[in-house]
């Protein structure tokens, strides 16, 4: 490995590199919360109680079984195979022009989307039965019941699950480059065949790629212990004066 290269490649190739870098950022990033969105979507119809009979029972069970199948799809096959499938055989099958970036998106987003179905369902499945039954004791339906009730908790409870979702995605757009998205691998192999300096351009690349998974890292990782508050709470005093047993003595002898 010769340094003088690596200098040589960043001076000559930053921008390529920048972009790249950028592109990955935007299309993880961008996925990863549309990923959420799906799946949190997916995670409360999947919590929804099953009727006993009926029509609604039937239609539940459908919808149940059609989502069963996109998880197990997506979660059971490499994004690099969903890429081709999706972009090449949507243009080869239905004659579908799809622009590449927004086809990366979509791509990175059905399939964080499968991974966080579940995440949020393990989510919701760890909120205590009682509050499911509070809930409904007061006259909520289930939507509202997810929507005051769990959901908030489970945001919070899956907020790590979630990061670790979008520091994989950062790595995970590599695979685009089959279907010439111009994310940070992609542009790395140009800079490579240019050169044909390989190693250096790739431990260029390895670098940028461990910036970034490490400043998400950081940055996630503040937010939850924001969310987490402080470690010790102060008692402070406030409106409501509660007398001790010994403070309670003394008046009861007094008023006699």
Request: glycine share 8%; charged share 15%.
């Amino acid at each position: 490995m010769s340094f003088e290269w690596i200098v040589k490649i960043i001076s000559t190739n930053g921008p390529m590199f920048l972009r790249g870098a950028g592109l990955t950022l935007l299309i993880s990033m961008v996925g990863t919360i549309l990923g959420s969105i799906i799946g949190l979507l997916i995670g409360v119809v999947r919590t929804v109680p099953m009727p006993e009979r009926g029509i609604k029972r039937i239609l539940l069970k459908v919808i149940n079984a059609i989502l069963s199948a996109y998880i197990a799809f997506f979660r059971g096959t490499p994004m690099i195979v969903q890429a081709m499938v999706i972009y090449y055989g949507s243009a080869l099958a239905f004659g579908m022009d799809m622009n590449v970036l927004r086809a990366a998106i979509f791509i990175v987003s059905i399939n964080t989307g499968a991974y966080m179905a579940e995440i949020v369902r393990g989510g919701i499945i760890s909120v205590d039965k009682g509050q499911f039954e509070a809930a409904q004791a007061i006259g909520m339906n289930h939507l509202q019941t997810m929507r005051h009730v769990v959901l908030p908790q489970v945001i919070r409870n899956i907020l790590p699950a979630t990061g670790n979702e979008f520091v994989i995605n950062i790595k995970d757009t590599s695979v685009l480059n089959v279907i010439s998205v111009n994310e940070l691998f992609f542009q790395t192999k140009s800079v490579a065949g240019n050169n044909f300096r390989y190693f250096e351009s790739f431990f260029v690349a390895c670098i940028l790629y461990f910036i970034m998974t490490y400043t998400v890292t950081k940055i996630l990782r503040y937010v939850e212990k924001k969310l987490d508050g402080p470690e010790n709470y102060n008692m402070i005093g406030n409106q409501m004066q509660v007398q001790t047993p010994e403070e309670a003595l003394k008046h009861n002898k007094e008023m006699i």
